[in-house]
């Protein structure tokens, strides 16, 4: 019975054995079938550009048993080297490869799989090539992006990208309105990138009339050199107009939005919390405007997509286009500017006093004080009470309402005013209201008053007496 068992195990053994030869022999005979390279449907074999992402696939025949490994290698070193990149697969019949155009990558790939467990391989597919045949175009930028008469600006080309190698940037200009016969552009300089550098640079100084620029890329790739070239940049020396438009589209020109107009376009100023000039921003503008001086400025957190930047004034310059513009800071939001005329110059009064510059009152008297400003502007504000100059008090309050303080006991002498700002510190205020001087008279007491007026009367019978007398006695 037992040699029975062994005899049939070692039947069984010996076909299964045989079975798995064969099918060994046959597959290592024969190399699995080849699969298909082929560009994805969105490449243009005919114009791939340097430093792109391109997609190519390699396609399994159907009847290939999962799971596979499937490479791609450069076909001339196919059988020598490690594959250019490898994905496993356990089901799909098509695997991508995203490739990154760099110069190394010119040439011609094929691709291959292999049995994960059994390690057979396949046919290498068909040879596809990869010609690098064109370049991204280069990039004209104008630093700052709009400049007055007489200001200063660089006109630079960079690569599209960083990394470009045996890389020449050309820089071409011509002066505008192009006149009859000279319409082409003249050669400025150029320059060979060092590792590293994406950009050439053109300063201009004093800048007076328009210039048109282009640039031309090249470069030099396994023995030939490709070209390409930027659009036209024009370069126009402008007015830069500033203005205000209210945010609630409400009536007056001295808050709101900042604009600035660049060729036929306003376009939105920046505002960023990391740029520490917006002050002087504000206040440049309200003076261009005539409004006065900036009372408060603040973020919108809108972003406009078409912002210009921001201004980086010192605070000295009577226009906007006098402060160069700076065209990063547009993170955050919109530049939003308060200028002082938009908030009177508030009106103090003292109660029961109405129009007087001088009040008189008596020790122990109380005061009170009211102060009360008109804007253009139906927000919230701070009016703050001085005496002699110095804060006293500070409180709340909305165009139009009257707020009173009321000093009791002793009220100090002094001259009293008042004055709005926009927010709980002072830094931005309106001028002072008219002053009113407060001062202590004390009235002599009422009895020396009535002993007096006694006195008088007694004084004047006694002569009127007289004179009857001296009338009697004639
Ligand atoms: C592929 O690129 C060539 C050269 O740029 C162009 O002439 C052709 O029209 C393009 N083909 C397609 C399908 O876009
Ligand atoms: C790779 O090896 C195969 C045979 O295994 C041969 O037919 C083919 O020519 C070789 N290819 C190269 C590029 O050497
Ligand atoms: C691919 O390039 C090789 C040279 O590297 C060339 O012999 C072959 O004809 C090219 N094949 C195609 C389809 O362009
Ligand atoms: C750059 O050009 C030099 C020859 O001028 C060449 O030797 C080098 O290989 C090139 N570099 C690349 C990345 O093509
Ligand atoms: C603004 O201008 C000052 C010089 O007036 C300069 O030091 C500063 O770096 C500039 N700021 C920016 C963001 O360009």
Redesign the pocket.
């Known amino acids: 019975m037992k040699l029975h068992t062994r005899h049939t195990l070692t039947a069984l053994c010996s076909v299964l054995c045989w079975c798995v030869f064969a099918v060994q022999r046959v597959e290592s005979n024969d190399l699995l079938p080849a699969p298909t390279l082929s560009f994805d449907s969105n490449v243009n074999q005919s114009s791939i550009t340097l430093y792109s992402n391109i997609i190519v696939l390699c396609t399994i025949p159907t009847n290939a048993r999962m799971p596979i490994e499937i490479h791609l290698s450069k076909a001339d070193t196919a059988n020598t080297s490690t594959p250019f990149m490898s994905k496993k697969q356990y089901s799909l019949k098509e695997v991508t490869f995203l490739l990154k155009v760099t ?1 190394d990558l010119e040439g011609s790939f094929v691709c291959w799989y292999s049995g994960i467990s059994s390690k057979l391989q396949s046919q290498f597919s068909e040879r596809l090539n990869i010609t690098i045949s064109g370049l991204s175009d280069p990039i004209m930028l104008l630093y700052p992006p709009a400049f007055p008469v007489g200001a200063k600006y660089i006109a630079q080309c960079e690569t599209p990208a960083i990394g470009y ?2 890389t020449t940037l050309k820089l071409y200009d011509r002066l505008l309105p192009i006149r009859l016969g000279k319409d082409n552009f003249d050669y400025v300089g150029s320059r060979v990138l060092p590792p590293g550098d994406w950009g050439a640079a053109l300063h201009r100084t004093n800048a007076g009339e328009t210039y048109e620029y282009i640039c031309e890329m090249e470069v ?3 023995g030939r050199t490709l070209r390409s070239r930027s659009k036209i940049l024009t370069a126009m020396p402008e007015e830069l107009p500033v203005r205000l438009i209210p945010k609630d589209s409400g009536s007056g020109s001295c808050y709101g939005y900042a604009f600035l107009k660049v060729r036929a376009d306003w376009r939105p100023l920046c505002f960023d919390s990391t740029f520490y000039g917006t002050v002087n921003v504000a206040n440049v503008i309200c003076r261009e405007l005539g409004c006065g001086y900036a009372i408060d400025h603040e973020r919108i957190s809108y972003k406009f997509p078409d912002a210009i930047g921001t201004p980086n004034c010192t605070g000295n310059e009577k226009k906007v286009a006098e402060c160069p513009l700076v065209l990063n800071y547009c993170k955050q939001g919109t530049l939003n500017v308060i200028c002082s005329a938009t908030l009177h110059t508030p009106k103090l009064s003292v109660s029961e006093h109405a129009a007087a510059s001088r009040v008189y009152i008596r020790t122990g008297e109380s005061v009170t004080l009211i102060c009360i400003f008109e804007s253009t502007i139906n927000e919230h504000a701070y009016i703050t009470f001085t005496r002699n100059g110095n804060e006293i008090y500070t409180t709340s309050t909305r165009p139009g309402y009257a707020q009173i303080y009321t000093i009791h006991d002793t009220v100090p002498d002094g001259e009293y005013a008042c004055f709005v700002h926009r927010q709980r510190s002072s830094t931005y205020k309106t001028e002072n209201s008219n002053v009113i001087g407060i001062y202590i008279y004390d009235p002599p007491p009422a009895g020396a008053v009535a002993a007096g007026v006694i006195t008088t009367l007694l004084g004047v019978l006694i002569l009127v007496l007289l004179c009857v007398y001296r009338g009697g006695s004639s």
Request: hydrophobic letters at 50%; proline letters at 0%; a negative charge.
């Open positions: 110069l190698e045996n030099f790739l396994n």
